[in-house]
């Protein structure tokens, strides 16, 4: 069953974020990932958490075993480390789910 996560950022940077997309999704598809969703918000209406949010995506894998490969494997912590770190200050995982 394919395991999909809703997640919301804060990003400050645009650009180093686009970077940031750039270079992780060749990785992701390489893991059989990809985004089914991807928006930018102007306002939040309601939320659970203090952080501020102003995009929101779904991040879809084959299975959680590919989503955990993905976020700790070597290439693709490097390209967090270069963009995501300095480009976004939240981030608020809303649910994960089986599709």
Do not use: W
């Not at 070597?74 to 599709?99: C, G, H, M, P």
Request: glycine letters at 6%; hydrophobic letters at 30%.
């Amino acid at each position: 069953m394919a395991h999909e996560m809703l997640v919301g950022l804060h990003v400050v940077d645009e650009d180093g974020y686009q970077s940031y997309r750039d270079e992780m999704t060749p990785i992701l598809e390489s893991y059989g990932g990809g985004f089914n969703y991807d928006f930018k918000v102007s306002e939040v209406l309601k939320s659970q958490t203090k952080a501020p949010i102003n995009r929101v995506f779904t991040i879809c894998f084959p299975n959680k075993d590919s989503r955990d490969s993905f976020f700790s494997y070597d290439e693709y912590l490097k390209v967090r480390q270069k963009y995501f770190d300095k480009s976004v200050t939240n981030t608020t995982i809303i649910a994960t789910y089986e599709r």
